[in-house]
């Protein structure tokens, strides 16, 4: 899980090239920012997207209403639902 914490500020160093960094200080520069306020906003911005494609699930209308359908009258468990909660059981919730 992702904690905003303030305290003392963490350190990242990055190896790139000088052409990396020209166009990086030259980006900045545009953006009235330091390298380093530029390269973090851009690296938050890219991490923000990417989480959000992996954490979240976007439904089609259709979609939507088999899911709803689905939770309000779930199937019956068959065998591979009910290995599938004993191999969850086992493995996530080891201690209950």
């Given at each position: 899980m992702i904690t905003t914490e303030t305290g003392k500020p963490q350190r990242m160093h990055i190896r790139l090239d000088a052409y990396a960094k020209q166009k990086l200080?030259?980006?900045a520069s545009y953006s009235h920012k330091s390298l380093s306020e530029f390269v973090l906003s851009q690296a938050l911005?890219?991490?923000?997207?990417?989480?959000?494609?992996?954490?979240?699930?976007?439904?089609?209308?259709?979609?939507?209403?088999?899911?709803?359908?689905?939770?309000?009258?779930?199937?019956?468990?068959?065998?591979?639902?009910?290995?599938?909660?004993?191999?969850?059981?086992?493995?996530?919730?080891?201690n209950a």
């Open positions: 200080e030259k980006a911005t890219a991490a923000e997207h990417i989480i959000s494609e992996h954490e979240q699930i976007t439904l089609s209308a259709a979609d939507w209403n088999i899911f709803l359908e689905a939770l309000e009258n779930p199937p019956p468990r068959n065998n591979k639902l009910k290995q599938a909660l004993q191999l969850h059981q086992n493995s996530v919730l080891p």
